[in-house]
């Protein structure tokens, strides 16, 4: 039962993501014509929404969508220019929601002065938005209490 469930998801997926080329019989996946081996380079940012105002969150803990563009927006080791909006300091005068206090945590759950690294990346969570097709299909629907 187990591995008839599993086959029959494996093969659901397969469906989503692999489509074979009816001439050709070459295999077309999400990652191109990238050999397994290798990653396929990020696609450029398209056609960002801009300034969509913020945005419903769909269940708890979600790091917020970005509701803005990011375009030029430098975020390494000397700059960090989010948070030239979104630190505290700033943040008032920028009219920018502030980070709230679990972006100054560790892991250990101390409370830091500055921002912790493991919230300095802030695109590793937030993401801007793009009016793209979605790749597969979903259902979610948010808990009662976000709808
Ligand atoms: C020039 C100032 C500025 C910069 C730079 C900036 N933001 Fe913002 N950001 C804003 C403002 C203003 C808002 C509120 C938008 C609104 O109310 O429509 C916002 C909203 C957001 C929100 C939504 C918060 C919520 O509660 O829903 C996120 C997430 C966010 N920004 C992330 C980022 C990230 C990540 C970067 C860097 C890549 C960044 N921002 C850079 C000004 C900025
Ligand atoms: C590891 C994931 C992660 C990273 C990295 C991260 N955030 Fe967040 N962020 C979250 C989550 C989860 C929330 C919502 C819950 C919370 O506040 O912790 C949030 C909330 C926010 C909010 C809304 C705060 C509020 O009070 O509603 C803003 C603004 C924000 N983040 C900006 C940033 C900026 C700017 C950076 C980079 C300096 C950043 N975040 C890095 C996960 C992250």
Redesign the pocket.
């Known amino acids: 039962m187990g591995a008839l469930l599993l086959a029959a998801w494996v093969g659901m997926v397969q469906a989503q993501v692999e489509e074979i080329d009816a001439h050709t019989g070459k295999l077309h996946s999400l990652q191109g014509d990238t050999a397994l081996q290798y990653n396929k380079d990020a696609e450029r940012l398209r056609d960002p929404v801009k300034?969509q105002?913020?945005?419903d969150r769909q269940y708890m803990h979600q790091p917020?969508?970005?509701?803005?563009q990011?375009r030029g927006?430098e975020?390494d080791l000397k700059v960090n220019?989010?948070l030239?909006?979104?630190g505290w300091k700033n943040a008032a005068a920028?009219?920018?929601?502030r980070v709230s206090p679990t972006h100054y945590e560790t892991r250990d759950g101390m409370t830091l002065g500055d921002i912790s690294p493991r919230r300095y990346f802030?695109?590793q969570c937030?993401v801007p938005q793009t009016d793209a097709k979605p790749l597969v299909d979903n259902t979610f629907t948010p808990v009662e209490s976000l709808r």
Do not use: K, M, N, T
């Open positions: 300034d105002g913020i945005q917020p969508l970005v509701p803005h990011v927006y975020v220019r989010c030239a909006c979104h920028r009219g920018a929601p802030c695109l937030h």
